[in-house]
């Protein structure tokens, strides 16, 4: 069976969604499955010169290039230009490799595409939500929730997921959001979220030679390692460590990675009088992320209480857990549907910096606590939340779609 994966952009670049993408075609390789890959031409944005088909890390993808050239200068109109475009250069690649099954990942632009040269060569479509971009939008204050490209996109999303043959996504509260579109429920399959376990080794050795370049001997450290977006509220932890920092004299904040949200942390850092004890990283290796995690006692995971966060779990707690480090997440419902309180993580109100502040102390404090957490969150990932168990979910979806 050949699947051809269509996407909004991969690998060489590096995000959330193409180490996702990635597990999905090496674990799908692994059932004795063929995948082949196109991307849209968003992913020219990022990369201007890309080649016209490439191979990284033994993937093969097709890129798609900007036909409609004059169109993609426009607001609104360019989102048909993608659609257009990728549908063009779909249409040539399913006739060459001839796939079994066309399967689309977000966004709706890559679905509606799949879905209009799917029926026009009579190949089965399977459409996956990894999240709802019109809330993304919002989320990073590009939209509005209810004006027109918020309209527009969603619309985009519905119509997609009721022409597909199938529907995919990623956790329950995304498929509850699709069943409540009119889609029948038996025809939506979630591929829960993981973290491919063999990459993730426990991390409980504290890395002291690193610690004594960023000045961190003897400190209690918190701190966060990802993007730094808005939804993230990271705001919530330098108020969190501002308070704690009254008993806690021996405390450190430790932010890692960058953002559109880091110059406003900053800039409240400095306001609320933390800035001696936080410190900024930048971004770090890939390679080297390990060791960072190894200097932060308690992670926090504050995310703001949105539709993006309600509805989307996201993959920091599971790489925490896979790597035995402790961490408080808000009690959003993206982390409600992976942690479970006081056994595998520990929860915050979210929005409450003060809920925030005695839930990190606890887990300073509480060394017992922490050490009863740390095994149960690795066997969770180890047991549940693996990408071999995640991708079997594939299986009974595609033979059905093949079937009909």
Not at 39 to 45: G, I, L, N, P
Not at 83 to 99: F, G, N, S, Y
Not at 172 to 179: A, M, N
């Amino acid at each position: 069976m050949l699947i051809l994966h269509v996407l909004d952009h991969s690998l060489p670049l590096h995000s959330g969604y193409t180490f996702r993408s990635r597990a999905i075609f090496e674990h799908q390789r692994a059932l004795g499955w063929q995948t082949d890959h196109v991307t849209s031409t968003k992913h020219a944005d990022a990369a201007p010169d890309q080649p016209d088909q490439e191979t990284v890390e033994g993937l093969h993808f097709w890129r798609t290039p900007k036909y409609s050239s004059a169109l993609h200068g426009l607001p609104i109109v360019n989102q048909y230009a993608v659609i257009r475009d990728l549908e063009r250069r779909l249409t040539e690649v399913a006739r060459q490799v001839k796939p079994d099954i066309l399967h689309a990942h977000s966004p709706a632009l890559n679905g509606v595409a799949a879905v209009r040269v799917g029926r026009r060569l009579g190949i089965p479509v399977g459409y996956e939500v990894r999240g709802f971009w019109e809330d993304a939008a919002v989320s990073h204050g590009t939209a509005k929730e209810g004006d027109l490209r918020y309209r527009i996109t969603r619309g985009l999303e519905t119509w997609a997921l009721k022409h597909a043959d199938h529907r995919f996504c990623i956790c329950e509260g995304l498929r509850q959001d699709i069943v409540a579109r009119g889609i029948p429920a038996d025809t939506v399959t979630v591929i829960p979220n993981a973290v491919n376990i063999e990459n993730f080794q426990p991390v409980e050795q504290r890395n002291e030679a690193l610690a004594a370049e960023l000045g961190l001997q003897g400190k209690q450290v918190v701190g966060f390692i990802g993007s730094f977006y808005f939804y993230e509220g990271l705001e919530l932890l330098l108020e969190a460590a501002a308070l704690m920092r009254q008993q806690r004299p021996d405390l450190h904040v430790l932010m890692v990675g960058g953002g559109p949200a880091e110059a406003g942390l900053r800039e409240q850092a400095a306001a609320l009088g933390i800035d001696d004890i936080i410190t900024f990283t930048g971004r770090v290796p890939q390679g080297k992320v390990s060791d960072y995690y190894s200097l932060v006692d308690v992670l926090a995971y504050p995310r703001q209480s949105m539709r993006i966060t309600e509805l989307v779990t996201p993959l920091k707690p599971l790489e925490a857990m896979a790597q035995k480090r402790l961490f408080v997440a808000s009690d959003v419902g993206g982390h409600k549907e992976l942690v479970e309180d006081g056994k595998t993580g520990i929860l915050h109100r979210a929005g409450d910096a003060a809920s925030l502040a005695e839930k990190m102390s606890l887990l300073l404090s509480d060394k017992d606590l922490g050490e009863r957490l740390k095994p149960a969150g690795r066997a969770f990932v180890e047991s549940v939340r693996n990408w071999r168990v995640s991708i079997d979910n594939y299986q009974d979806a595609y033979q059905r779609m093949l079937k009909n």
